[in-house]
């Protein structure tokens, strides 16, 4: 096993298979693990090279086998997927993260520790009981709607209409034993979720960076602790565009032949992320659209002659490349009328990030 240089290693539940390579790429290993024993098998080997595929549980493999001495690296599945020779199963899968984590433009996982990952559960449970409540909502007003009781858009509408549906005599007695429970259901996420938002809230304020990219346009106080929770290492980034372009953010590109042919947004990479920007975007053009604000030229230049929903992902776009700047920077962001900055709320930056320049708003084809 001294021979050793590199270790792939395919994880699921209960059976983990490692395939290994010499300094020649020549095979060494192959083996299949029980979960059990996993960590007694790395524990015996010199330290080496161990990669794994950022799936489930893969962080908390990453921490144990990492403490014992060894280099593991994680790298995302659609960018192991190009290396598996034929057929589907774990043999081939181990092979190919072996292979694939060789490659020199190959980009890895950051591992995440206990707390980064305590912070995503968080967020990722409020996305879950937002889910159910509107899950919720939209079931009693279908079955309401079939009893004639129709109420407004909103989530303000929903416990008027269910006082509506307790004092209708004429529905049957089925009926409203259902919608009781239904309401009592929906009445038991509004204080979890605001207990949620609470400690999400004050995560926030805990933390330094959070607070500085708070200070974005279009960026709150829930995209901030997510973009903060999610990218623990900005730096594993070459440049803002990357980072766009990670999140999907930027056109897909099909060009040949010296033509260049951009569609629509790749939708690559987070999508909670992306949707969040997107909306923030969303909200700061809808104020732009009613007169209010300091919008910059660049902006008001691009909501003259493109849709709003176009000019959100644009601007979408633009605000992931400045919180890139400053995630990686330390700077803090600056409104209008600050020294050296001309190009108003949407892209005022500190004077030393004055080479980060704004990016050209794609056509409607681009988007």
């Not at 984590?101 to 995503?120: D, I, N």
């Not at 346009?217 to 900005?234: E, H, Q, R, T």
């Not at 001309?342 to 056509?363: D, E, F, R, V, Y």
Request: charged share 25%; net charge positive; aromatic share 4%.
């Amino acid at each position: 096993m001294n021979d050793l240089i590199r270790i792939g290693m395919d994880t699921s539940k209960s059976v983990f298979v490692v395939h290994g390579v010499d300094a020649a790429e020549r095979p060494v290993l192959r083996k299949k693990l029980r979960r059990r024993q996993v960590i007694e098998f790395f524990a015996k080997l010199p330290p080496t090279q161990v990669g794994m595929e950022a799936c489930g549980g893969a962080h908390h493999w990453a921490r144990e086998i990492g403490a014992l001495g060894h280099e593991v690296k994680l790298l995302p599945a659609q960018r192991v997927k190009p290396y598996v020779a034929r057929n589907k199963n774990d043999t081939a899968d181990a092979e190919a993260i072996c292979e694939a984590m060789s490659r020199p433009r190959m980009r890895f996982v950051p591992v995440k520790t206990t707390e980064q990952q305590a912070a995503l559960m968080l967020a990722g449970i409020r996305d879950q009981l937002i889910a159910r409540r509107t899950q919720l909502s939209n079931a009693i007003r279908g079955y309401a709607a079939e009893f004639g009781l129709v109420a407004a858009k909103g989530l303000d509408k929903i416990e008027p209409l269910l006082e509506r549906i307790a004092a209708d005599a004429t529905l049957p007695a089925l009926a409203k034993e259902l919608f009781a429970t239904l309401s009592a259901e929906y009445a038991e996420l509004k204080p979890k979720l605001g207990k949620i938002d609470d400690r999400l809230l004050a995560w926030h304020r805990s933390n330094e960076l959070s607070q500085r990219l708070v200070e974005i346009p279009s960026v709150g106080p829930v995209g901030a602790p997510l973009m903060v929770m999610k990218i623990p290492d900005p730096q594993a980034f070459r440049s803002g565009r990357d980072f766009a372009a990670w999140l999907g953010l930027t056109p897909k590109d099909h060009s040949t032949a010296g033509k260049l042919r951009l569609g629509v947004i790749t939708r690559a990479g987070d999508e909670t992320l992306r949707r969040m920007l997107v909306l923030g975007a969303t909200a700061v053009i809808q104020q732009v659209r009613r007169g209010r604000g300091r919008p910059s030229p660049w902006l008001v230049a691009l909501l003259k002659r493109k849709p709003p929903k176009l000019a959100a992902v644009a601007l979408a776009n633009k605000t992931a490349r400045i919180a890139w700047k400053l995630m990686v920077s330390g700077e803090r962001y600056r409104g209008a009328g600050a020294s050296g900055v001309a190009h108003g709320n949407t892209w005022a930056l500190h004077p030393n990030l004055a080479s980060l320049a704004p990016c050209s708003p794609p056509s409607r084809r681009g988007l």
